[in-house]
């Protein structure tokens, strides 16, 4: 049980660090903006994107894990894992966008509004279609790579790394909550 503890806290690790790289690509290849720190905590990371991964890890990802990776390749599947992770993850940005307004007075993502197709600036589908892709991606190609890496780990090493991750992660969640709403 602590193995596994400690790997979905890698694995949140990694898929928040991918998120924000994500996100910044958008911001200076795709969208031209320039750099832009798209998280709200100081470190390179996005916790929705950490958050939705487990999700996908622990909602979606036990539907084709156990099959050959062969077996995994059909539509059918592939489909499923998309519309799955479509859903999960605008669920998860609708609420996250309820909590930052609550918390800090906006959520990163306002720019929804630009969107053809959204619902109060918060969720859009052009964007929700990318997160199913993002899945797809995630479990197919990611996950089994990142299976890997924890699973060559020893123990006591894949334990201390996690909790080395989890204590940046509070020292950071800490520091924000100190800087950005007690003293702003």
Do not use: H
Request: some cysteine.
């Amino acid at each position: 049980m602590k193995n596994k503890l400690a790997k979905l806290m890698i694995y949140f690790t990694l898929y928040s660090v991918f998120g924000w790289i994500y996100e910044v690509f958008l911001e200076v290849v795709v969208y031209r903006w320039g750099y832009a720190d798209r998280g709200v905590l100081f470190g390179p990371y996005c916790p929705v994107y950490g958050f939705g991964a487990l999700l996908f890890l622990l909602l979606v990802y036990p539907l084709i894990n156990k099959k050959p990776y062969k077996e995994r390749l059909n539509l059918k599947d592939i489909l499923l894992v998309f519309f799955l992770s479509m859903l999960i993850a605008t669920a998860l940005e609708l609420a996250t966008s309820y909590l930052l307004e609550m918390i800090i007075g906006y959520w990163p993502w306002q720019t929804y509004a630009d969107y053809k197709i959204n619902f109060q600036a918060r969720i859009a589908l052009s964007p929700s279609i990318r997160f199913g892709i993002g899945g797809v991606l995630f479990l197919y190609v990611l996950q089994p790579l990142f299976e890997k890496l924890t699973d060559a780990m020893p123990g006591k090493v894949l334990r201390r790394t996690a909790l080395v991750l989890f204590i940046i992660f509070m020292v950071d969640l800490a520091a924000t909550v100190i800087t950005k709403l007690i003293l702003k």
